[in-house]
């Protein structure tokens, strides 16, 4: 992993800019002018150590040049298809495929790849820079357009600050409106008028001559099997368990290539010890890294190391006490840039800490809940969605519960069948309870406004309640709360942490399912814990799921840590 920038005007602070990325790429810097265009990279080698991997990069003819944040799974696969094509490398590093691999497939190219990017090409014959992000969202990509010709792009939002000296910043309210709905902000906003996240799976084109942004476009969907299927053969089960761990296996099989120590995360969870054995399978004395709290109702560090005696591989284990707590209080502000009330930042923080000390490169089971319906939210969906199932005493306490978080939008919800989405979308939501309207006067946010637009965006109510919400938590929560988290936490230490689970081909497997296949019965991650009953006990597998959070008592005004910390952090 890296960090990237880039600007299009010259007075801008380039080495400041960088600088300020250095965290994400503390093995080298540089930064180049090509025409109009300044290009910055920050250097975590990873894949090819030597110089000629450095960044920014050139294509043989000088006609194309790169800067990378990321890694390309399947670079081995997909250089051999372009040797074919008569394409020459120096190097052995993934960044000189993916520059020829938008050579020859321009946006195309995407299709021929899978990873974990963030990435800027600029073509200097035609003076247009490129900008893609991966297909989940995993690596950020923030970019500024004032929309008079200034432009400028980074890793992450403080790259955009730092270097764009002369813009004054103004707050966009609507965003921060939309964090006390999200707990994140979510994309393309962020919490400043002009400056954006790229969404995932999209890319962004702008014309440098005309200092413009001339397209941005989605570039992949994702396939979905909008069947609710028949109960399960125990043969059908079988087969399907099969598939899964052939997925996994290639998955994983793929993104332990490094020119690095490798290791993983194993938190004692069904996701982390499932990928912590498939990884074992194929390295040699790998180490699971975990952490555990004095607090025995947040320790899970007794499940971690049960786990790695099971499946017979050593686990580094630290406290995370509340004097590392107060020494780091403020990893969440310096990580994040902006409000973002996932406080399990910090744990995250720590194990990626360790992990740093002995290896570069992290396989992490986060997807796992995403992809295969692991949230407790995903029953609750589908006993609300299929009225049959809810009893009067159940819906009461769901408006209830509901009225709480949505204030007056509650009223017109009790007979639960006029605003699905409102309704469900207050299982997200932990920690600190609002004032909505309060709120909405503070930052002058119109009575007409959609509080529930990230979420009604990719609500299908044509789908199985459980594929609904799969879907759902893949396209929002996923990306604006866990990996943003993950990346943060993990960068600030320059570890490289990598998602088998959301490979592509571990993607496509698992929405190609029907509802039945995927959680039968309505077992959460059903298929999952099936596939691998047999190596790993059931009872760790069916282990009621703790979640990675922080004692209260770690935080002040412990009674609502989230909303208390954020609002003191950023002076909401």
């Not at 966009?172 to 409106?177: E, I, P, Q, R, S």
């Not at 014309?207 to 043969?235: A, F, H, M």
């Not at 939210?377 to 509901?402: G, H, P, Q, V």
């Not at 990719?458 to 996923?478: I, S, V």
């Amino acid at each position: 992993m890296c960090g990237i920038l880039g600007g299009n005007n010259l007075n801008w602070d380039y080495n400041e800019a960088i600088l300020s990325l250095s965290h994400r790429g503390p093995n080298g810097r540089m930064i180049k002018r090509i025409n109009d265009i300044f290009l910055g990279f920050a250097r975590l080698a990873i894949i090819d150590l030597s110089e000629d991997a450095m960044q920014p990069m050139f294509s043989e003819d000088g006609k194309y040049v790169i800067v990378f944040n990321g890694e390309i799974y399947d670079y081995i696969r997909v250089r051999d298809e372009l040797r074919k094509k008569g394409y020459h490398f120096r190097t052995e590093s993934d960044t000189e495929v993916l520059l020829y691999a938008f050579v020859e497939w321009k946006e195309k190219a995407m299709d021929h790849i899978d990873g974990i990017y963030a990435f800027a090409v600029f073509e200097t014959e035609s003076e247009e820079l490129y900008l893609f992000r991966d297909r989940c969202g995993m690596k950020p990509l923030y970019y500024y357009d004032d929309h008079a010709g200034g432009f400028a792009f980074a890793s992450e939002l403080k790259g955009i600050q730092s270097l764009c000296t002369d813009v004054n910043f103004y707050i966009d309210n609507t965003a921060l409106y939309d964090y006390y709905t999200y707990l994140y902000i979510p994309e393309p906003k962020t919490m400043y008028k002009n400056v954006y996240k790229l969404p995932a799976a999209h890319y962004l084109v702008y014309d440098t001559k005309k200092r413009e942004i001339s397209k941005i476009e989605r570039y992949w969907k994702v396939k979905l099997n909008t069947k609710e299927g028949n109960v399960l053969s125990k043969k059908l089960m079988d087969e399907k368990a099969e598939e899964l761990r052939y997925h996994l296996d290639r998955t994983v099989a793929r993104q332990i290539v490094a020119d690095v120590p490798v290791g993983t995360f194993l938190s004692g969870g069904v996701d982390s010890s499932i990928i912590t054995l498939v990884t074992s399978r194929k390295l040699k004395n790998v180490t699971g890294y975990t952490i555990g709290f004095p607090d025995k109702r947040y320790d899970e560090s007794i499940y971690a190391k049960e786990m790695a005696d099971v499946i017979h591989v050593d686990c580094q284990l630290k406290y995370f006490a509340l004097n590392d707590f107060k020494k780091h209080y403020h990893i969440l502000l310096e990580a994040y840039d902006e409000p973002h009330a996932d406080t399990s930042v910090y744990p995250t923080y720590f194990v990626s800490k360790i992990a740093k000390e002995e290896v570069t490169v992290v396989l992490t089971g986060d997807g796992g809940d995403e992809l295969f319906g692991g949230y407790f939210r995903c029953s609750y969906a589908r006993d609300f969605l299929d009225k049959k199932k809810m009893s009067n005493r159940k819906i009461s306490e769901l408006y209830l519960r509901n009225k709480r978080f949505l204030g007056q939008f509650g009223e017109g919800l009790k007979n639960m069948c006029e605003e699905d989405v409102a309704l469900l979308s207050s299982t997200y939501h932990y920690g600190k309870q609002f004032d909505r309207e309060k709120v909405r006067k503070k930052y002058h946010i119109p009575k007409d406004y959609d509080d529930f637009w990230y979420f009604r965006k990719y609500y299908h109510k044509d789908l199985p309640p459980l594929t609904r919400m799969r879907y759902l938590d893949f396209m929002t929560y996923l990306n604006g709360d866990i990996l943003t988290k993950v990346d943060r936490a993990s960068m600030k230490v320059s570890l490289e942490a990598r998602v088998p689970f959301l490979d592509r081909e571990m993607i496509d497997f698992a929405f190609s399912l029907t509802q039945e296949e995927c959680n039968p019965h309505g077992e959460l991650k059903g298929l999952l814990k099936y596939a691998y009953q047999k190596e790993i006990p059931r009872k760790l597998l069916d282990r009621k799921k703790q979640g990675f959070s922080i004692p209260l008592s770690y935080v002040r005004n412990g009674d609502c840590p989230q909303g208390h910390l954020i609002e003191s952090l950023w002076n909401l």
